[in-house]
């Protein structure tokens, strides 16, 4: 997906595959201190795997994605 800009002012991303599940994360970029935070990795047992997509931005501050694998039963999660 592509990177987007939060209302915080930070850039938010996700990867399709690595971290340390191999399943993927998700990660953020302070543009005023140059700093890079992997914030979660994904799990394809807990959180799904293999994001797909892009990030949004609902009105309540939350990020949204969409997962293309795990989930109850295995075709992902949001």
Request: glycine share 20%; charged share 10%; no cysteine.
């Amino acid at each position: 997906g592509k990177l987007m800009q939060a209302s915080n002012g930070k850039l938010y991303g996700i990867t399709g595959f690595g971290g340390i599940y191999t399943n993927g994360a998700i990660y953020e970029y302070d543009l005023v201190t140059s700093t890079y935070t992997k914030l979660a990795d994904f799990d394809i047992n807990t959180t799904g795997g293999s994001p797909h997509g892009d990030l949004v931005q609902a009105n309540n501050g939350r990020l949204y994605g969409l997962n293309s694998h795990g989930g109850i039963y295995g075709f992902g999660t949001n």
